[in-house]
């Protein structure tokens, strides 16, 4: 099957891209009670993958411990950050560990069904996913008393989103399951509790949920070598941008940005933006921070910027997303990206003071804590980061303005 | 019955969860937390919002509505919660664990003066030149928090055309702050679902089904969003200029009929507290206006419970007499234009069930471009009838192609009690220093029966004190005719009336239970509708249903805010007023015994009433083409 960008790299890689046997995961997971999994999981220290980097043990066990006749696990493989496109290996190489992730967890919170939530945009693997699940099915790795485990019931389903950026947010993304517009809601209540038609609901990243039937079948200790304290285990970067060689590499957190740039052949960078247009962008005299939640976190999404490149046109085109793909909602999200694109264009222009730019870091620090979703909240990211480490650049190159802020 | 709880939660998101018997919430406990420097103790699941409320902190909200579920967009109510990393909203914000709160830090102030400011900046128009001037939620804001200049600079050119396809509701879309109260207040409130935000991010916007103009929907105008709209984005058509013009005309003879909710409610306009009646304060301002002559439409609120108590005893006669399996009951009031519109649209194949008595607005209107004409001997055609009303949906009734009975245009013009308001003001008059003054006869002062037609279970209360009457001989057995059943905010009534001893005429129904429903809100009316569908209201004789919370006096048309404090004020205001009227049954109404013998001869449903008071309707279904 197709892929995004033509790799030159092979699937290597310690945790996600190891060895796995199809059905593994299941199969152990079943010979011991759900508690044994929750604790297996919490040794392991997983966090979400998906970008917020929720541990992933607390949330199933929220959800294993309300009280429901019904249950939902959600595999959100929406993917719609720009520049991630490593959900989109994992769905086409490896649905097997994403699957039996989603039965494990079906099994632990007491779910019987399963929804992968497919980015509009992947209606090609449809058939591939499906054909798989069906194998499932007849392994009676789903459907009733799976592998001989009275009671324990559990399919899957696939379902499209629409193509929003928003619907990737897990409560927008529940909305748009129930056929709504695709708008977050508020929190709390938390999904785990309320979620899909107002019962306890787990959404979980591709990436996560692929990580589990490892994590089940070798342990949480042997996870746990990999990675950083706060950041176990490994994680899968989808590289973009001015390099020789960009692609899907699995390599463990705390790996440094400096050791990424030379692995995917980069030369000249003078940027990178870790963790998509909603993430922050690191001048040259950062590239010696790790890739981690504690330092610098991200979903996956690693674009490189050479010296040709503008900075203020990459922040431009950034901005521009955001006006588009904000829901619309609430006000600081609705209103603020436009303000600071506003911004962006009067700089292009020459056309702007020191003060009133100023004034737009501040909104853009309201629009971090006053926004309703993670969207609203990490839109100005990309606009501080770029305006404060780039300044000599946008200021000396665009307008009048001198960046120490003397002219106009 | 019937009762919709949880309002304040959408119905997508009311949860599911089973709660453990040892969960604190199930037994109502109690959860201490820090507000600012106040320890306080609030019942687990109170918002912040509420909590701050209830202990005099002022925290300001713009999408909150008490009404309306919780939205949680606008984020101007935004508090700093110890130990999050955001902040939060108080109005959808549950206290559930010990917290501390602070509603007044630098951060929250500055991020609410950004919100004003990003509103503000694309708030197109000047205060000075809109409607809201002074009453409007946005400006509100502006002012507490001191916004003397653009920060973000301020639209200078429209961004959306106006809608004013319709008869009822203007929409500016560009005055609009996408609160989305007028969203819930459609699809939750009311469960019409008119409205609903479209597009997205900067481009969203609150619009109708493929943004087509209101006229073209399935709008019934009951103009509940227009009552909920913090700002200006939302109103009626106006018909004032026309008025006046009518006025002005000497050749012209303008009457005006008054509905009692407006006049419950009207004071509101001038900034007196909800709940105190200006009836004959009102009567003398429009004569000073120049209204020509002041009725009151309770006097055909009378004649309507004449005309719809005998179509529903000539119904009972016929089901259970003749045993003709034909007659639809229950049988449905009619005098709510939103609720007719929308029973046409959602109901189509039942409105047979409908009273086909027409509304006491349009009996009016019919009645004084004949008897009145006739008997004060002036051309109809020189005639000009203006409608007071607490209704958007009474415009687009009095313009429906079918209201011609008198051989004009029935009602001229239906004017809201915000309309009426501010006509009084540009007259330069101070509507509460006015002296009181009565009706203008021929019709003179009506009962008190067609008074409380305002309030939701009115029109079915009215109708008891005359049909139990007619059929038994004896008054109603309710102390000082107050029929309790029929009153109360309750969305869903249910209740009956047995009948014995019957007169001669009515020994058909000796024994029978008369059993009636009263709904109001058109999502009440809802239920009703599927219960009916469903085959449980075989044994119901009667519903009473009214498009609007509260009844009339929650009208479209009403003095804005409301809420349903205000609403049980008006009520109450009405009930008071009702009590201390010497006549307190339509029948007894010395008016309406003197036009069935001499104008209406043929007695109640005779031809002539047939031809002037009652109407039928067109079934409109929900496609939209
Ligand atoms: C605007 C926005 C878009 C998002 N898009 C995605 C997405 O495409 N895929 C994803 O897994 N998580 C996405 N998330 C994160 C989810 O809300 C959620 O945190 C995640 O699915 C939880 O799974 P995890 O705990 O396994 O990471 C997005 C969040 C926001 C605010
Ligand atoms: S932050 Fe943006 S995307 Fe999120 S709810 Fe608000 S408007 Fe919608």
């Known amino acids: 099957m197709e892929l995004v960008i033509e790799e030159k790299i092979k699937r290597t890689g310690p945790v996600i891209f190891s060895e796995y ?108 996913l499906e054909s798989c699940l069906e194998k499932m099915r007849n392994e009676n790795l789903l459907g009733k008393n799976i592998l001989g485990k009275e009671g324990f019931d559990f399919d899957i389903k696939i379902r499209f989103g629409s193509g929003a950026y928003v619907c990737g947010e897990e409560t927008a993304l529940i909305e748009s399951l129930e056929g709504h517009r695709g708008e977050p809601r508020n929190r709390p209540p938390y999904p785990v509790n309320t979620g899909y038609l107002g019962y306890p609901t787990v959404v979980n990243n591709v990436e996560t949920l692929a990580a589990i039937p490892h994590i089940i079948t070798k342990g949480g200790e042997w996870f746990k070598q990999h990675g950083t304290d706060k950041s176990t285990g490994s994680k899968l970067f989808s590289v973009s941008g001015d390099c020789e060689k960009p692609g899907v590499y699995e390599l463990p957190w705390g790996t440094k940005i400096s050791e990424l740039l030379e692995l995917v052949g980069a030369a000249n960078t003078k940027a990178v933006q870790v963790g998509g247009a909603s993430g922050i962008c690191l001048p040259q005299s950062q590239f010696d921070r790790v890739l981690a939640y504690e330092d610098a976190a991200t979903g996956g999404s690693i674009m490189i910027f050479n010296e040709k490149r503008s900075m203020l046109k990459v922040l431009k085109n950034f901005m521009e997303f955001f006006v588009e ?65 780039f300044k000599e650049e946008i200021f000396h190159t665009n307008g009048n303005g001198g960046y120490d802020g003397k002219a106009k | 019955m019937g009762k919709r709880n949880n309002l304040r939660t959408p119905v997508s998101q009311r949860p599911h969860v089973v709660p453990k018997p040892t969960d604190t919430s199930y037994i109502g406990g109690m959860v201490s937390v820090q507000i600012n420097e106040k320890k306080v103790s609030v019942p687990l699941g109170t918002t912040i919002l509420e909590a701050c409320k209830e202990n005099q902190i002022h925290i300001p909200t713009l999408c909150n509505h008490d009404d309306l579920c919780v939205a949680g967009v606008c984020r101007i109510c935004v508090v700093e919660v110890e130990g999050m990393r955001t902040l939060q909203t108080a109005c959808t914000f549950p206290i559930t664990a010990p917290i501390k709160i602070h509603t007044s830090t630098p951060m929250v102030r500055k991020a609410r003066r950004h919100i004003v400011d990003l509103l503000l900046s694309e708030h197109y128009g000047e205060c000075y030149s809109c409607f809201r001037n002074e009453n409007c939620e946005l400006q509100t804001l502006a002012k507490e928090y001191g916004v003397d200049e653009y920060t973000f600079g301020h639209i200078n050119s429209p961004r959306h055309e106006i809608d004013n396809s319709s008869t009822s509701v203007i929409r500016d879309m560009n005055k609009c702050v996408l609160c989305k109260r007028c969203v819930r207040t459609c699809i939750d409130l009311q469960e019409v679902g008119v409205l609903e935000a479209l597009n997205r991010g900067h481009d969203t916007k609150v619009g109708t089904f493929l943004d087509k103009p209101l006229a073209d929907v399935i709008c019934i105008y009951c103009g509940q969003c227009i009552n909920r709209c913090p700002t200006g984005a939302l109103r009626a058509n106006d018909p004032s200029d026309d008025i006046w013009d009518a006025i002005d005309d000497p050749t012209k003879h303008v009457v005006i009929q008054t509905a009692p909710s407006p006049r ?29 002559k002041v009725f009151d439409t309770n006097f055909t609120a009378d004649l309507t419970i004449i005309e719809e108590g005998t179509e529903l005893l000539n119904r009972l006669k016929k089901a259970l007499v003749d045993k003709d399996e034909s007659v639809k009951l229950p049988q449905f009031t009619s005098c709510s234009p939103g609720w007719i519109k929308f029973i046409e649209h959602f109901y189509p194949e039942y409105l047979d069930y409908l009273s086909t008595a027409k509304s006491p607005q349009q009996m009016f209107g019919a009645i004084t471009k004949t008897f009145y004409a006739q008997q004060a001997g002036i051309d109809s055609v020189n005639i000009v009838t203006v409608a007071l009303m607490p209704c958007s949906a009474k415009k687009f009734e009095c313009n429906r192609p079918e209201m011609n009975a008198s051989g004009y245009k029935d009602v001229d013009y239906g004017l809201t009690t915000r309309e009426m308001a501010k006509m009084i003001k ?119 249903i009214m498009a609007c919370p509260g009844g009339c006096l929650g009208g479209g048309g009403q003095p804005i805010p409301t809420s349903e404090e205000i609403r049980k004020k008006r009520a109450q205001a009405i009930y008071e007023e009702e009590e201390s009227l010497p006549i307190r049954k339509s029948h007894e109404n010395p008016h309406i015994k003197y036009i069935y013998e001499n104008f209406l001869t043929e007695g109640p449903c005779g031809e002539l009433s047939h031809k002037l008071l009652h109407t039928h309707y067109t079934k409109r279904g929900k496609y939209i083409s």
């Not at chain 1, 949330?59 to 411990?65: D, E, G, I, R, T």
């Not at chain 1, 870091?361 to 404060?388: D, R, W």
């Not at chain 2, 219960?531 to 075989?538: A, N, P, Q, T, V």
């Open chain 2, 264 to 292: 419950a409610a009207i004071g509101e306009e001038f900034g007196i507290e909800p709940g105190k009646s200006f009836t004959g304060e009102l009567n003398t301002a429009l004569k000073r206006i120049g209204f020509d």
């Open chain 1, 21 to 128: 046997q199809a059905g593994e995961g299941i199969r152990k997971a079943l010979s011991i009670n759900r508690q044994d999994v929750l604790f297996e999981l919490k040794a392991s220290g997983l966090k979400g993958r998906g970008g917020a980097g929720f541990p992933t043990a607390t949330k199933w066990m929220l959800s294993a411990a309300a009280v429901a006749d019904k249950k939902f696990i959600v595999c959100n493989a929406d993917e719609g950050e720009p520049g991630t496109f490593k959900d989109r290996v994992l769905l086409l190489e490896y649905p097997k560990l994403i699957f039996d992730g989603m039965v494990v967890g079906g099994y632990t919170i007491g779910a019987k069904t399963g929804i992968v939530y497919l980015r509009g945009e992947y209606e090609f693997m449809l058939e591939h």
């Open chain 1, 325 to 389: 793909e904000s829901c619309g909602q609430c006000t600081p999200c609705r209103v603020g990206n436009i303000k600071l694109l506003e911004g962006v264009e009067r700089i292009e222009k020459g056309n702007y003071t020191f003060a009133y730019i100023n004034t737009l870091k501040e909104l853009g620090k309201t629009m971090q804590v006053a926004s309703k979703c993670g969207l609203g909240q990490s839109s100005p990211n990309s606009f501080i980061s770029i305006l404060e480490n």
């Open chain 2, 426 to 544: 540009e007259a330069g008059i101070y509507l509460p220093e006015m002296p009181k003054s009565h009706f203008d006869d021929p019709f003179g002062e009506a009962s008190g029966a067609g008074l409380i037609f305002g309030a939701t279970g009115g029109v079915m209360e009215a109708a008891l004190r005359t049909v139990y009457e007619l059929v038994t001989g004896r008054v109603v057995p309710f102390d000082n005719l107050r029929i309790e059943p029929c009153r109360g905010f309750e969305g869903v009534k249910q209740a009956s009336v047995k009948l014995e001893r019957c007169v001669e005429k009515y020994n058909f129904l000796e024994g029978v239970e008369l059993k009636f429903i009263v709904a109001h809100g058109t999502a009440n009316a809802k239920i009703v509708m599927e219960m009916l569908k469903r085959g449980e209201l075989s044994d119901v004789h009667f519903v009473e």
